[in-house]
Each structure stands twice: as structure tokens, then as C-alpha cells.
């Protein structure tokens, strides 16, 4: 069976499965309706303790921006008019507390589904998160412990939600396999981090497996292979073996830099989301940071942080990189990270509205105070700025006579800050195609493919019913790509990629060939990425970006860059 690899890796292992079967939930009148009320209230009180476990976990394991979505579990939990909604139907109609529980949640989720924006889906999955531990307690069932496996496993499920991502038992467990999910998907870039092999979209899957079925899971090509006879375990073992040998070999360019056969430098960052992730990228030998996504700290706040906040989380990245450059992207927050505080009215179109730069740009009170600090943290290292978003010359001109604003004030105040070059995430179609007028302005590019692609070809990055058509080998996002580096060249300006195409080691020669000298990405793929770097040349490359952009579909495009890396001898 085929699904989609989201993270590689190949394990043989027993299935356990997560949540395959439906609770049967009846309609039952009690004796007692208080005191059912009172036996709802205790398995809600121990959800709401759970929900505190597993995101005290999550920001152990993961950090605390992927840890922020517990928050809507929690605060619908202390919903009063679910609460008094379940608590009011139990004692009018004197039913037993799971269908009460089932009822009103089911009736909320339809509801939420029904209303447009991500923030009505972070509703609804909060309902359906809360109402399933709820029901699961008083019903005594708890479903398959997965923070707790007996024996390695591969872990089967519907869907993996962030708060399963938190739960999981990372001595145990050894594979992923969903039935849904993209690539781009919360719980893909987790599983990634996390550095576990991992299968989404595998249509069917809850079908055809047992509890305790071995399964074989490559999490590059996307196969799981069900029950397989003994000469297909035989064949992955060696190719697993082999896997194995070649991620020990990436062992040797550690400490070494990253040229490649002809002698360019090309720098090697990463992608954190919070101080904590340091020390993936130090082990992980991150030569810079290529992006350091700061919503966290607003998203796990209910107010704006303050300024010391800020410029205290900054310099626990800038300091311990000593010297080495950390770029740190203002706010990025609107699409589907909402901060409550900011109260933004409902949108028809949040991918496309009131977000990021456009937030900063409307409320310059709040930006200076995150431009302040990052200037400041700058006395400790080497900062750049990086502003996300930007789609017009004007937003880019506002933003920077801010910055300006906030240097002249740290002066006034006597308050030192050392030089810091600013730049601009190329992740919507205009500024790529305008990028001609944006170099001589700006010190540097990060090109975003996550959302460039997104723009590009009109499909949400986290649909899964579009990942054929969200795919980082469509050649018109090539073609932009290309004119991003071509124009950033011409005028002497560094072009970066940070968004996730930069760690994928299928395009990474095509990407030298167009002249790209900056990559980051997700600390686990960086020694790979220096590995093919070192052993390719940009020159030899230059015609084969040529052939790929002149290639007419994604599909065309992928098996070229396949094929690439097999003429390269760069395969494991
Ligand atoms: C991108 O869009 O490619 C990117 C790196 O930013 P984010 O994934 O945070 O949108
Ligand atoms: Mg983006």
C-alpha cells in the first residue's frame, strides 16, 4: 500500500493500533441523575489533568509552539455552556452522562465544521478532544496507551493530532502510519523532528490491519507493506540495514563545512521554533540559524510578551550560536495561528488575510516592541531580521522605517544594539516575480516554499486531498524560485531558502544548480544535506536545473530529480 512519506526511515515491526474502534455510546435513563451529573464532573476534572500532563509534556518533547493548541482543549473544558449544556441534559432528561456528553458534542463540532475559519476547526477539535477523554473515562475504556507500549511497535491510527505527537512513547515507538494527514501537516513536521519514520494518507490502512500484524513502513517512498512473507522482510531488513549504514556514514562530514565539488560555500541552517530546539541544531551541527519562527511566545501568552520577554528568548538563541548568524522572523502569526488578544473578526479567507506583516504594519506599537528586542539581542551575536509575508514594495518601506524608528529610540535610551541586516521571507507569488525591485532594498532573501508553494498553485498546505497538487517539484514554484535567485544575484543580494524544500535531498541539486548558496531546514536533515552538497558541483549542475524547469508537471519534475540523484550516485 502507498501513502505519502513524511518522514523518512524504514522499521519492521507489530502493528498497534490507535483508536480503530468506535465506542458504541446508548441511551440509558439513571436512577441518580445528581449524582451522574457528579460522576461527569469527576471524568471531567480528570480530562482537564490530562490535557495539563500531556502539554507539560509536549513542551519538554517538542516546545512550546506546537504545545499552544492544548490550550484550546483545556479552555473548552471550562466552557460554561458546554459544561452547564451536558450537566442541564443529564438532570432534564435523566440520561446517563457519556450520551449527554456524545450529544452535545457532536451538536457543537457539526456546528463548528459548518462555520468557515481555522479557528472554528481549533473549536471543534478541542470538543472532539475533550468529549472522547471524557467519554473514554466514564466508560473505563482507555484505547491503546500510547505513551506507554509494551514493546516497540508501529503505531496505526486515523489521524495523528499534535496531542497524540505529544503522547507518544519515543523508546517504543519505532513507526507511524496514518489513514490521513499531509506532508506539511503539524504532525508530520513533529514526527520529523522527532526523528521517527512516518506514512500519511494511507488510504485504507485501518481496513487491512490487526493488532499485533507486522508491518513494514519506509517512510521515504511512502510503501507499508501488510503481513509480508518472509523473503519481502528478508529484502527490507537489508534495505533497512542499509539505511542504517548510510545515516552512520553522514557521521563523517560532521565538523567538515559544507563545499561543494567545486569549491562554493554554501552556509547550512535551521529551523527552530523556540530556544529550546538549540540543541537539536547543535547536535545536529547547524552552522547558522536560518529561521527562528518566534510566535510561540505570543501564542503561548495571553498578552503581548513584553519587550524584556522578548529580548530575553533571543538572546538564549543568539548568545549560545556565538557569532554565527540567527535570523529571527518577526510575527507571523493570523492563517491558522490566532492569537485571542488580538481579536481579528472572523475571515472568509484567512491564508489570505489579516496576517503577519499586515498585523505589524496596522499595530506599529506592538511590532516596535519585537523589533526593539531583536535589535537589542543583537548586542550578543550576530542578528538578522527577516519579515515575513511581505507581497508589496510599500509593506517592505513601512517596515523598515519602524526599524528605523526603534534604532533611533535604543540610541536615545543609550541602549546598545550592533548592525543587523534585514530581509524578507519570498513567500508570495508577487514578491517573487517583483524581486528584481525588492533586492536593492533588502540585505537579504529567505524564499518560504511552505507557503510559496501554497500561493502558487491555490491549494492549503494542509489539505490532504491536494497533496498531489501541493507538491515542491511543480515547475511554475521552480520557476519562481529561479527568478528569486537570478535577481538576488544580479544585484549581490544572498538568497536563502528556508521553507521545508530546502531539507528535501531530491531537489537540493537542482536548487545549487539555480545558484542557491543558503539552505535551512529541519535540524535532523542538515548532516544529509551537507553530505549531497559536498559531493556535487554547482557548475555541472547548472544545465540539469535548466532540464527540470523546462519540464511542463510536477510528476515530470520529481522523476527527474530522482533520476538525478541516482545518475549522482548519491542514493543510499
Ligand atoms: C514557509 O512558508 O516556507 C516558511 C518557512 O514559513 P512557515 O512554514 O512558518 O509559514
Ligand atoms: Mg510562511
Known sequence: MKGIGASP???????????????DILREYVENPDSEVERFRVALELSVEEIQETYSRFIKRVGPREAVLFQAHRTMARDPDFVGQIERMI????????????????????LFDHMEGDHMKVRSDGVRNISDRVIKLLLHVGGTDISNLREDAIIVARRF???????????????????????????????????IPAVVSAAHILDEVENGD?????????????????????????????YETFKKSLETVRGERTRTLDGVDIILGANIGSPVDLDDVLRNDGESIGLYRTESLYLDSDHFPTEETQFLAYRAVVEPMAG??????????????NLDYLAVPEEKNPF??????????????????QLRAMLRASAFGQVRILLPMISSLEELRSAKAILEEARAELREENL????????????????????????????????????LIQYTVAADRENEKLAPLYSQ????????????????????????????????????????????????????????????????????????ADEALSLGTAREVEDYCAGLLVALKLVH
Open 324 to 337: 554565527r548568524p540567527v535570523t529571527i522572523r518577526t510575527l507571523d502569526v493570523g492563517g491558522d495561528k
Open 9 to 23: 526511515g524504514i522499521v519492521i515491526g507489530k502493528a498497534v493500533i490507535y483508536w480503530k474502534d468506535q465506542i
Open 214 to 242: 507486522t508491518l513494514i513502513l519506509d517512510g521515504e517512498s511512502g510503501m507499508v507493506l501488510v503481513r509480508p512473507d518472509d523473503e519481502t522482510i528478508e529484502k527490507y531488513k537489508g534495505l533497512k540495514e542499509r
Open 416 to 451: 546598545p544594539f550592533g548592525d543587523v541586516q534585514t530581509g524578507i521571507m519570498v513567500e508570495v507569488p508577487s514578491t517573487a516575480i517583483l524581486s528584481d525591485h525588492f533586492a536593492p532594498e533588502v540585505d537579504f532573501f529567505s524564499i518560504g516554499t511552505n507557503d
Open 161 to 195: 493530532a499534535p496531542a497524540d505527537m505529544a503522547q507518544i512513547d519515543r523508546e517504543r515507538t519505532i513507526g507511524l502510519v496514518s489513514e490521513e494527514g499531509s506532508r506539511a501537516s503539524h504532525s508530520a513536521i513533529i514526527a520529523r523532528t522527532l526523528e
Open 352 to 369: 489570505l488575510g489579516y496576517r503577519a506583516i499586515r498585523i505589524c504594519l496596522d499595530r506599529p506599537e506592538v511590532f516596535k516592541v
Open 473 to 544: 517539484y511543480h515547475p511554475a514554484v521552480l520557476r519562481l524560485i529561479r527568478t528569486v535567485i537570478d535577481n538576488g544575484r544580479a544585484s549581490g543580494v544572498p538568497v536563502a531558502m528556508c521553507g521545508e524544500s530546502a531539507g528535501d535531498p531530491k531537489l537540493i541539486p537542482v536548487l545549487l544548480g539555480l545558484g542557491l548558496s543558503e539552505f535551512s531546514m529541519n535540524p535532523s536533515s542538515i548532516l544529509q544535506a551537507r553530505w549531497i552538497l559536498r559531493n556535487i558541483s554547482r557548475k555541472d549542475l547548472a544545465s540539469a
Open 91 to 110: 438532570l432534564d432528561e435523566g440520561i446517563n452522562a457519556e450520551w449527554a456528553v456524545k450529544q452535545v458534542s457532536d451538536d457543537l463540532i457539526q
